[in-house]
Every structure is written in structure tokens, then in C-alpha cells.
């Protein structure tokens, strides 16, 4: 499975951006898909998380209420994180990753995930 995350960018604090996630590879749309940011001297910190069929989001407390996430299993199974009301705190490399239900875990918990992407930079200014 390759992941490939866009969207990120410089934004002032209260803007908005929407991260993409295009995933490609075999049974990637049966695959649960998350959001992790990352920033450095810092652990990986959970973001988002969303069950393959959709049916399921899990959030962080930071995020919860300021970001949706959603997946379209039909546009190239792609997984979007929509996030407003940004905060100079959000500024972190933005990882997706894949989750193939075969660790089992936390949604929460980056060993969960099987496949990452190469990150995407995000940028609050304040």
C-alpha cells in the first residue's frame, strides 16, 4: 500500500485546511486510515482515525470539534482531514497511515499502522 498525504500549507491562526490522502495498492479501501502529526523533538501524536468503511471516527481531544475526518473509497480510496480553526499549536508535519486490522491495538497508537505516507507540512501563524 503507498499513501500519499497533500494539502498542507501556511495558514494564519482561525484559517482552514483540508489534508488529502490518496491511497493505492491491494485492498487499501478495506483498510482503516489515520491522521498523526509530528513535530520535532516530539513523539508521533495521534490526530484522527477513520474505520474502512467510514462508520467510525475517532479523534484526539486537541482536534475534537475543529476537524472531520472522511474517506471517499472511490476517489482513488482517499481520506481527508478537514481542519478549521487553526491554532499555532497544530503547526506539525502531518502524517497519514493504514491500518490493515493485523496488529490490532488503539486506533490511537501509531504501532496500530501498517503503512505510513511521507508526511505533509503544516504551519499556523499566529
Known amino acids: 500500500v503507498q499513501l500519499q498525504a497533500s494539502g498542507g500549507g501556511l495558514v494564519q491562526a482561525g484559517g482552514s485546511l483540508r489534508l488529502s490522502c490518496a491511497a493505492s495498492?491491494?485492498?487499501?479501501?478495506?483498510?482503516?486510515m489515520g491522521w498523526f502529526r509530528q513535530v520535532p523533538g516530539k513523539e508521533r501524536e495521534f490526530v484522527s482515525a477513520?474505520?474502512?468503511?467510514?462508520?467510525?471516527?475517532?479523534y484526539s481531544d486537541s482536534v475534537k470539534g475543529r476537524c472531520t475526518i472522511s474517506r471517499d473509497n472511490n476517489a482513488q480510496n482517499t481520506v481527508y482531514l478537514q481542519m478549521n480553526s487553526l491554532k499555532s499549536e497544530d503547526t506539525a508535519v502531518y502524517y497519514c497511515?493504514?491500518?490493515?486490522?493485523?496488529?490490532?491495538?488503539?486506533?490511537?497508537?501509531?504501532?496500530?499502522?501498517?503503512?505510513w505516507g511521507q508526511g505533509t507540512q503544516v504551519t499556523v501563524s499566529s
Open positions: 497511515a493504514a491500518d490493515s486490522g493485523v496488529r490490532g491495538g488503539s486506533y490511537f497508537y501509531p504501532g496500530r499502522y501498517d503503512y
Open positions: 495498492g491491494r485492498t487499501s479501501s478495506s483498510y482503516a
Open positions: 477513520i474505520s474502512w468503511s467510514g462508520g467510525y471516527t475517532y
